[in-house]
């Protein structure tokens, strides 16, 4: 995948700043830094933040690295991802996502965690083991098809073996993290 620079630099640019704000919220979130009036402002940006990508993906398909570069390719996936009460536009958008990873256009870790936020919503079980729900008492991987071979699954889409995981977003969640350090999305690993 390589690129010269995005092709639309002003959709790169809105992307980025939705996403990041987002994250910027779901991080206060985790920590309980929000009244319930910031918690209805960030369901809200979620919901425009899925009406944009629509948006863009009704004009252009999946924004890729060639259209909008990979910093607004991630931020495009992040908004996909947590487009949780729109299940059928995140189904889309995964149909879309892989599109464009079989075009050499996005990342296949970003398909994989998209794919299986999909099948968590639709109560179905995830694949790649990329949704874990936060607990008081820690992390726990939401429910999962063939635990037994789930590394081998994991290696198909170049993500880190299960255990490595699964440690990675401990540390990330450990007491004491700062919530500004956390700007990740909620409930999966860094792809």
Known sequence: MTTVGPQRPDLARELIARA???????AKRLRNQLDAVQLGQGRHADHANTKVLRRILAEHDWPGHRLVGPAAARAAWSIALHSDD???FQRAAT???ERAVRADD???QHWAHLHDRALINKRQDQEYGTQLLLQADGIELCPLRAPESLDERRATVGLPPIAVALETVRRRYA???RAEDTLAVVLTEAA
């Open 86 to 88: 729109d299940p059928d």
């Open 175 to 177: 007491p004491g993290h």
């Open 106 to 108: 996005a990342l296949i």
């Open 95 to 97: 149909t879309l996502l």
């Open 20 to 26: 990041t704000e987002s994250a910027a919220h779901r």
